[in-house]
Structures are given as C-alpha cells and as structure tokens.
C-alpha cells in the first residue's frame, strides 16, 4: 500500500519503434490489469531532454539511452537506473546530405556534426566515433552544432549548419530511401540500448507503482517479442517503414525479460566514457560507487550470471581443463599432483602450511575454511595433520568438483564442503578450534558480522589466521570502481579498521602483519608470467578464459602497484602467552597460485547445503 496518492507516473521516451511495449500497454489495458496509472510523454529531442525532464520535475521515469542516462548519474543527479529495457545495442547510422563530399567516417574530421543537445546520445557517441577514430575533440577534429530534433537536424544538413549527424539507422532510413539523406556508415553501442530510469524522490514515495509499472511494461515488452507478423504490421504502420525494415528491425531488436541490470555493463559505459573524455574519474563525488547509479530494491537482478562467473575466474571450469591436459579426468589423484592448481591464493601450499604449523594443528581438530574454493586448502590440511576440515564456499560448482577431487584423493573422510554464504548458513556454535581463510573477506562488505558470527562457530580459546586486502591509503575514484567492480570488493579497511572490527567482534589478542611488498611483488610477477604463458593458456582454457583472467589479474597488479592497497594477515591467539617471541615469518618463492576472486552476491542458503 502507498502512503502518497499520484494520478499517474510520467513516463517519457522518444517516438520511435523501441517504445511500442508503451503504447501498447496503455492500449491494451495491461497497466490498468497491474493498477498503475501510466501516461506517455513523446520526447523527440531524444535523451538529452529526458535528463533535464528528470531534473526539472516534468517527467517522472524515463525510457533512455544508456550512455546518456550513466553520465548523467556518475555526475551527480539524484535519477537512478530500475532496469534494462532494451538490451540489444542501437546502431547508429551517421549521414550527410545526397550531394554531400563527405564518403566515408574518415572524412569526418574537423567537421561539424548536429546534435540535439549537450549530453543527448547523438552527442556522446560523437564523442565515442572520435575515440575509435584516434581524434582529439578538444583540438578541433568534431565540432557541434545543437540542432534539437531529428527535424532539426534534417534541416541543419540542409541548410549547411552542421556536415552530418548521427541517429537510429532504421527511423531515419525512409530519409535514406526517398534521396534526403544519404548514409555513410554505423557505430554501434558496445552496451544495451535503452535503460529506465527514475528521479530518486518518485521512488522513495511511490515505490510500489514503480515496480508494479515495471511488471506491467516486462509483460508488454514479452508479448511484443512473441508477436512475430503482428507486431511486425504495427510498427510498419505506426512509424512509417516498409514491411521489410520493419521485419530486420523486429529481428534485431531484444527487450529484456526480467530487467536486469549488469555491472559489467555499467563499468564498460563508464569506461568507454572516460576513454572518450566525457567523464573524469577524478570528478566523481567522493562518495560514489557502482551501486549508486542503480535502486537496489527496484532492479530485480544487479548481477547477471556471466559477470558472477567472470568475478569467479572460471576456477571449476578451468581446473577441469588443468586436469584434461595431465590427463587426470577421472581416476585416483594425489594433492602433491594438483597442488600447483588448487591453491586460490599468493603462495600456495607454503602459506597453508606455515599457517598450520603455527596454529600447532594436530589430530582430531576441527578447522573451518572459509571460502574454501576449490578444496585445496582443506585437503592439504587434512593430508598433512588429519585434522576434520569443514569448507564452506557460495559457488555450487566450486563445491561440486571440490568434493570429486576430494574422494579421488582418498581424504572425503576429513574433508565436507558445503555450499552457503558464510554471513546467513547456520553452523552450529562452538563446533571448531580454529578457522583459516585466504583472500576472501575482501568480498564481503559486512565485516562486523561476518567475525561476529565467526566468532560464535570457534570453541572456548578458539584460533585463526587469515590473509587478505588492506587499505595502505585512501583509493582513488579510479581504484573504488575497480576493486567495487572488477575484484568485487565493497569495503577494505585499514589496519587500524581491522583490529577495531575484530575486537568489536569479541576476540582479543589480535595480532596484524603487513604483507603488502610481497603480494605486490608476486602478482607483478604473476601477469608477467600470464603473458609469457599465453599460447599455453589459450591452448587450454581458450581466448575468452585467458583474456579474463589477463584483465583481471592486470588490474590487481595495477591496484598494487599504486601503492594504496596492500596485504594483511590477521592472527588471532587464546592468550599472549602462547605467543611468545616467536614470530611468523615465512621465506616464500613464487608461485602460479591465483587471487580468490569469489563473488559473495546472490541469494544465500540459510542451511548449510553439504556435497557429498
């Protein structure tokens, strides 16, 4: 139920074929069926105007461009992203008039180009044209001409104010077929079309309308897809294009059927709009963040399933190829074999190992691995010290093949794995004496939770060493969206943070390293070896696995190597006295051992889930 009465939700969009789940909607009584009151307001200034509609309170939601709607929000405006509409690109065509001495995109340079408007899509795609083709905008190579509509800049060809512009190939190809216009190229967007948005007031008072008009639009947008012919017939009719550019179009064309929104798209957007020199990084409020260019609660997916496997690394998939080159798919295994694959972490086997030494690890234990991966860890743990080993990781197939090897090396008698997030599963209190975890807190944004809880899973004088990200020095605006984005890591805090955090949490004695020269050392070296590697990589795990990992660990040794992040182990001991003079102190070499980049989103089993 809402608190505040609204005759109806203000929803602007351009005329064109893209909005036809709009109309129709309102025609077929599909937002009346959800009890939302829609009215349509056609903006043929394209998006451009729809940001300044946002701002100044004449329109309520907005169906936009992509790249317009992200700049915009990056730069400041309170209008948030709810869902994709269209997650096809848009193709852009780029035209001059018929007797035009412009040829080809080449001849652009240091011409002048109509836009609608400052920040339109016409606009920052010419922006986008002029970074493919290496052009400076700043020294002349575009110039703009704000020539406010697709009439507008008919007329500015025309008239010679502006030498071309730029606007949806299909909507102006009867331009192209009666001689007004002629086309001399595309671009095309490398990110979906068309996302809603809303000013953030409407959403905090009519939330329930916003999503109930969500629901009806995603109903629309279907049975419009599944038209065929009849959809078909009334574009033609409604936007003037003959029945076969009505049917490319209609074949091209991909609405979205649940509204999800991806970051993985949001970063491409923002990125390609730095490259281009509309947005700056370095001008951003101190204060953003991805998640801030979206509603959490409207957008019914903030991360699709192909970025979680790209945050994952591939790690199931890409052990599965390690094992089909040895020629080890099937049959007994032994952890000294794998060992080199199955450490998701700097340093391997040496780490795990000091590690256990120093906790004084004997048999019987029970020791909790958190954020287990794929199993190696825990195995190496139990060969070693035949200590009971109980790994809990999000990612079902991680968990799956971790338990597989597990019985092919003969210790599924110490080791279970189960899947679950580690903030919501319930383990029973006071069930283990230690619990370990290497580069996987970084993923969890809730750091006072997740020890609180931790520390009700150890017995009485309960132990534990973890290693992962620290803050060495306030991050960037660059640095925030790569570790929000790229590593997905929300939150690192500082040491003094971290001490703060675990002894709020009810532990004492907490003792902190920093590891930070050698971490950065090792994963410099680590993408120096990728790139050596290459063919070998791409050999095995093919060129889309290899180039994700190739970005991935590029930007960790980025983030590194500008010396505002670093490494931490945290230990953290029963009494002081057990600590002695002795110190922790390890003579590591490197190695081929890899971040454990686990997405820690998505929906949580609040029971432990055990793979056997």
């Not at 008698?413 to 919501?424: E, H, S």
């Not at 132990?463 to 991050?475: S, Y």
């Not at 675990?502 to 532990?507: L, M």
């Amino acid at each position: 139920m809402e608190f505040f009465k609204r005759d109806k939700l203000i929803v602007g969009g351009v005329p064109e074929h893209f909005n036809s789940p709009w109309h129709l909607a309102m025609s077929n009584g599909i937002f009346q069926k959800y009890n939302v009151d829609v009215e349509f307001k056609s903006v043929p200034e394209g998006s451009g105007k729809m940001v300044a509609g946002l701002k100044d309170k004449s329109l309520d939601v907005a169906i936009i461009l992509t790249e317009a709607i992200v700049n915009d929000i990056a730069s400041g405006s309170s209008s948030r992203l709810i869902a994709t509409y269209v997650e096809s690109p848009l193709t852009w065509g780029i035209f001059v008039k018929p007797d035009s001495s412009i040829q080809s995109i080449a001849d652009l340079k240091g011409k002048t180009i109509g836009i609608s408007r400052i920040g339109s899509g016409s606009h920052l795609m010419s922006y986008v044209l002029a970074d493919q083709q290496e052009w400076k905008v700043d020294d002349g190579d575009l110039k703009f001409e704000i020539l406010n509509n697709i009439t507008g800049l008919k007329e500015g060809i025309r008239d010679g104010k502006c030498d071309a512009f730029m606007w949806e190939q299909f909507m102006t190809k009867p331009y192209v077929d009666s001689g007004e216009l002629r086309k001399i190229g595309v671009i095309v967007t490398p990110w979906p079309c068309f996302m809603i948005a809303v000013r953030e007031e409407i959403l905090k008072r009519h939330f329930n309308s916003i999503r109930k008009m969500l629901l009806a639009i995603q109903e629309s947008a279907r049975n419009f897809q599944n038209g065929g012919q009849s959809s078909i017939d009334y574009i033609s009719t409604k936007f003037n294009l003959k029945p076969e550019d009505a049917k490319e179009w209609f074949s091209q064309v991909r609405f979205s059927q649940d509204g999800s929104v991806s970051r993985r798209v949001l970063v491409k957007t923002m990125d390609t709009l730095s490259r281009a020199h509309i947005l700056n990084y370095n001008n951003l409020s101190k204060d953003f963040s991805f998640s801030s260019l979206y509603d959490r609660r409207a957008v019914m997916h903030s991360v699709d399933m192909e970025e979680i496997q790209t945050i994952q690394l591939h790690y199931a998939q890409r052990m599965r190829n390690e094992l089909k080159d040895m020629g080890k798919e099937s049959g007994s295994l032994t952890e000294d074999e794998i060992k080199h694959l199955d450490q998701l972490h700097y340093f391997g086997e040496e780490v795990v190992m000091a590690a256990a030494n120093f906790l004084k690890l004997n048999p019987g234990k029970r020791v909790l691995d958190v954020g287990s991966g794929l199993g190696g860890p825990a195995r190496l743990l139990a060969e070693k010290f035949q200590v009971q080993v109980d790994g809990v990781d999000i990612e079902r197939d991680r968990c799956e093949l971790a338990m597989d090897i597990t019985k092919r090396c003969n210790l599924d008698n110490l080791c279970r794995f189960f899947v679950g997030d580690i903030n919501t599963v319930q383990i029973p209190a006071q069930n283990y004496h230690h619990f370990v975890s290497w580069l996987v807190f970084l993923h969890i944004q809730d750091k006072i939770r997740l020890f609180s809880n931790l520390y009700e899973k150890l017995l009485p004088n309960g132990t534990f060493i973890i290693e992962d990200f620290v803050k060495l020095a306030p991050f960037s605006e660059e640095e925030k969206i790569d570790l929000e984005v790229a590593v997905a890591c929300p939150y690192v805090p500082g040491f003094t943070e971290y001490q703060k955090v675990i002894e709020a949490a009810g532990f004492v004695d907490v003792i902190t390293e920093d590891i930070s020269s050698s971490w950065s050392e090792h994963v410099h070296e680590r993408l120096k070896e990728m790139e050596t590697n290459r063919n070998r990589n791409v050999r095995i795990h093919g060129e889309k696995i290899t180039e994700g990992l190739h970005y991935f660990y590029t930007i960790i040794d980025k983030l590194f190597q500008g010396g505002n992040l670093g490494g931490i182990r945290i230990i953290v001991l029963s009494s002081l006295s057990i600590l002695g003079n002795s110190s922790f102190e390890l003579s590591l070499s490197r190695g081929d051992n890899e971040d454990g980049a686990i997405s820690l989103r998505g929906s949580s089993n609040h029971v432990l889930d055990e793979i056997s």
